[in-house]
């Protein structure tokens, strides 16, 4: 997951993704398979039918062998005029 699990969890949500169950790690978790393998038992067990993940953690886990597919959020960080305007501003 990322720096603010919450967060995260609240992007799922706005993509219409019915979220079955969230599990979060923190930050620079040690992955292997036997969690990976736990990972899916329990995602199976909970009725989901994939596994979410962002980027960074997919490049951790990609390798590792699954039973259920995984699928990766693409955040995209966009700032508004009012805060262009602020950092530029600042800058001066």
Do not use: W
Not at 13 to 30: I, Q
Not at 62 to 87: A, C, G, N, W
């Amino acid at each position: 997951t990322i720096a603010n699990p919450v967060r995260f969890q609240e992007s799922i949500k706005t993509t219409g993704v019915n979220l079955v169950k969230f599990k979060s790690f923190k930050d620079h978790k040690k992955y292997n398979q036997r969690l990976m393998d736990k990972l899916c038992h329990d995602a199976i067990f909970s009725g989901a039918n994939c596994l979410l993940t962002t980027e960074k953690d997919f490049v951790k886990i990609s390798h590792y062998r699954r039973t259920v597919p995984l699928y990766v959020l693409k955040v995209k960080l966009q700032f508004d005029r009012e805060f262009e305007e602020y950092i530029l501003e600042a800058l001066r």
